[in-house]
């Protein structure tokens, strides 16, 4: 089995009127992701994805396609090496790490499948299916986040995680009003979106702890390790971030900072299944739990799903729950939440196909023409840029 060629597929979809959901960043008006397929010359193919910018992951797979070529695809980690090292000088975090992760779990899912077995399986994982959280609860009225929260409850998830960010009183009163409406039996996350000092962290933190909040996410920016190290500990809730770190050496700087309790590693972000599974290793050996962080589309959840299914110390991984249709339709089976759980396939790799009508609806022909909005991530065009007020505690 030989890789014959790795291909980059972009996707877009831009909501009604575009006008998606509201957070700290804005109104996202519509959202991005690529696909990463890697053919090989017996026909079959992996499929992989990447959560970046997506003319800067198509710069980087046109070059990592001919330097494949020709290669085993079930050589994993050699390959993973190889690409590491050819986008080095101008990699390491960023676009290129998360460009060759997609490709990483691509051949993750050939290895699977020339080994006829799941990936989680290949990991050592024995039950096909693990603990997974709706992703959603943007920022809202406290009565369309009741009626929400409830959705998410029919739909099958018994945890789900909010934003927060938006004022003090906010920040305080909509998280317990979720928390009461979905009960103790089930588990509500809040993410800060980086908005917050130390003392506003403190202060929504001891409140969290007392509402009984599962954890604290990012409340601020992935630079800023002394606030993390300085607030971990001290208001009786799990800190947790990693969505926007990359690679082995990324983590190892997080984790040795003593930054937080949850390392959020994203196979779409921060270099592939062969990069989570570093960062697993590394989060166990200091005690730390891993749940990958995920907000793009079905294969990325699907990717990181195999890690925290093979994983003791994984707790749970993030289904984006915002009616993104890279989630709900990419695939002809869509992932299906059982009583809290995420149920994998016991067919080969990923066990994915991906939906191809779909794929062609949703396909952004020219990722170096993006058209102009606010991608709940990325920016693009100036008239886009309209973020909230800095935050007043
Ligand atoms: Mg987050």
């Known amino acids: 089995m030989k890789i014959d060629r790795v291909e980059a597929i972009h996707l877009r979809h831009e909501y009604p009127n575009q006008h998606g959901f509201e957070s700290s960043g804005g ?25 970046s910018h997506p003319a800067l992951v198509d710069v980087v797979i046109r ?15 050699e390959l993973w090496e190889l690409m590491y090292g ?10 290129a790490m998360s460009a060759l992760g997609g490709i990483d779990v691509a051949l993750w899912d050939l290895r699977g499948q020339a080994a006829d077995k799941p990936v989680w399986r290949l990991l050592g994982g024995t039950t096909p299916a693990c603990p997974a959280y709706a992703s959603a609860l943007l920022w809202n009225s406290i009565e369309g986040l009741k009626s929400e929260a409830q959705r998410h409850l029919a739909r099958g998830f018994r945890r789900m995680k909010m934003r927060l960010g938006r004022n003090l009183d906010y920040d305080v009163n909509a998280p317990r009003a ?17 908005r917050y000092t130390v003392d506003i962290a403190r202060r929504v933190g001891r409140e969290l702890a007392q509402i009984g909040v599962f954890w604290f996410e990012e409340p601020f920016a992935p630079e800023d390790l002394d606030s993390f190290a300085a607030l971990r500990g001290t208001v009786g809730l799990p800190l947790a971030a990693g969505e926007n770190e990359f690679g082995l050496q990324g983590f190892t700087e997080v984790v040795h900072r003593q930054a937080v309790d949850i390392v959020q590693a994203d196979a779409s972000r921060c270099g592939g299944i062969t990069e989570v599974l570093r960062v697993a290793r590394l989060a166990d050996q200091a005690a730390l739990k891993l749940a990958p962080h995920s907000w793009s589309d079905a294969v990325a959840v699907l990717a990181n799903a195999q890690v925290v299914a093979a994983t003791p110390h994984a707790l749970t991984v993030e289904v984006d729950q915002t009616g993104n249709p890279f989630i709900e339709e990419l695939l002809v089976e869509p992932l299906r939440i059982v009583d809290g759980r995420l149920q994998l396939s016991e067919r080969p790799g990923l066990g994915l196909e991906l939906n191809r009508a779909v794929v062609d609806r949703l396909l ?24 909230a007020p800095p935050y007043e505690g």
């Open 178 to 194: 979720v928390k009461r409406e979905i009960g103790p039996r089930c588990d509500l996350m809040c993410d800060a979106s980086m």
């Open 27 to 51: 109104i996202t008006s519509a959202r991005l992701t690529s696909l990463v397929l890697v053919h090989t010359d017996r026909g079959q193919i992996g499929v992989g994805s990447v959560y």
């Open 63 to 77: 070059q990592l396609d001919p330097l494949l070529r020709g290669r085993d695809p079930r050589e994993v980690e």
């Open 364 to 387: 952004l022909e020219n990722p170096y023409q993006i058209p102009n909005g606010w991608y709940s991530d990325m920016l693009f065009g100036a008239d886009w840029n309209k973020p």
């Open 86 to 95: 050819w986008t080095r000088w101008y990699g390491r975090k960023g676009a």
